[in-house]
């Protein structure tokens, strides 16, 4: 049997968390629902949002899911790729940030 | 201002899918593909439609002729300007005046193409119907405008005739733009929408109205009209000073060259499970099919346009101008295929963009 971890076609079967853990996973489906609904941000933004985190998560459902989306919803190619970058520049931020606690940490150990 | 093609018309190419035959064939899992769907008539009958039937005719659109100066790679007409033969004669056009002067629920006179601007009986029919008290639509691509001396004043020849101009622009940015279109198709239409501003066309008080029409550059279904319509005003507002009335947003349906992009580009099975899975039974009373009588340019009639391209005739005793039967027509039961879920899906699909 061809073992991998990834199976594009299992993207449909997400609702099938549902069948071990029924109640729960309603009610995380029903919220996810009504966050990419139009609110105080536009159904556009927020899929660009999600599109971002797919990556910072590299999650690959996520990425194709978001990436057919972002279409629907009329972003194009510049907006997607900009919403990488940021989602991009925040990871890397993220980790440089944390030098500063590095740097604190040598010069309290150092003379 | 030059266009460059990226391809030729399927008929040019000699390709199987010009076969309407072939075409339909395929939307039933028995050429090129073995994906199968439910089937839309079973489809709409679980919903009660066993026969669905039209409502008053109000709308004639008539398709005058396949020749267009673009070669568009979603087209379902399979139009360009290898398309020379296909265009509709002047004793036709005078059939279409003569039943379109004679049904009193026509109001709307829909000339599409090809560009039909192209077609060299196209003033003289757009003023005849105007005698006649009926609105015009014309389903222009914008570019034909600016392609060549004798057609820049266009915008002056449909203000002057009040007509509705009706434009393809698939995006506010080149690159989807030309993708879809042709290279140069964006910078070209956005000259000619400064053109037909310019006479008035868009702007409020004049009852000049230009309408757009979206449609997705690829294997997507299209965003809701009203989120499409802000974006797009406010981006051609902004980086181009452009005013329209209103945007149509149109799902590209699985035939002609747009099968050919689907079935190419391997997404022809996932496109056709989107289509299906967002069947939407509120948009089946709306359907364009139900008001409307489309005409081929050698004059038969079909129920609509995608029907007309994969040559599925209307189910009526006269199947063309000569033999047109008002009565017979209202009794028809309209011809579906898997093809109408492309209308059917979301908020639908029609001529005029969103159904429900």
Known sequence: MEKKYFDPADLKKFGNITEWQEAMGKKFFDWYGEVFKEGALTEREKALIALAVAHAEACPYCIDAYSSTCLEKGADEEQMMEAIHVAAAIKGGATLVNGVQMMNHVKKLSM | MAIKQRSKSLKSRGDGLSDTFFQLQVLNGKQATDAQFPKFVDTIASNGYTDLKPVP?????????????????????????????????????????????????????????????????????????????????????????????????????????????????????????????????????????????????????????????????????????????????????????????????????????????????????????????????????????????SVSWDGYLYDCDFNQMLDLKVAAKGQHLNDFDIASLQNRPIVLNQHCYGCTAGAGSSCGGEIA
């Open chain 2, 57 to 293: 005719l109000e709308i004639f659109q008539i398709n005058i002729g396949k020749l267009c100066n673009q070669t568009c790679a979603h087209c379902h007409v399979d139009a360009g300007p290898d398309r020379k033969e296909e265009n509709m004669d002047k004793a036709t056009l005078e059939r279409c005046l003569d039943i379109i002067a004679s049904v009193p629920s026509i109001h709307t006179v829909d000339i599409t193409g090809g560009a039909p601007e192209m077609n060299p009986h196209f003033r003289w029919f757009v003023a005849e119907v105007r005698k006649l008290g009926k609105k015009v639509i014309d389903r222009c691509n914008l570019t034909i405008v600016v392609a060549n001396k004798k057609y820049h004043d266009l915008p002056d020849f449909l203000a002057q005739h009040q007509v509705q101009v009706v434009s393809s622009l698939p995006y506010f940015s080149k690159s989807r733009t030309d993708s879809q279109r042709g290279d140069g198709v964006f910078e070209a239409s956005i000259q000619a929408l400064k053109m037909l501003n310019a006479v008035g066309y868009g702007k409020e008080g004049t009852g000049l109205t230009l309408d757009l029409v979206y449609n997705p550059s690829g294997a997507f279904l299209p965003a809701s009209q009203e989120t499409l319509q802000a974006e797009f005003k406010r981006q051609l507002k902004r980086k181009y000073a452009i005013d329209f009335n209103s945007l149509y947003a149109i799902t590209n349906l699985p035939i002609s060259r747009f099968l050919d992009y689907l079935l190419q580009s391997g997404n022809y099975a996932e496109y056709m499970e989107k289509l299906v899975e967002a069947y939407n039974p509120a948009t089946v009373d709306g359907l364009m099919c139900r008001n409307t009588i």
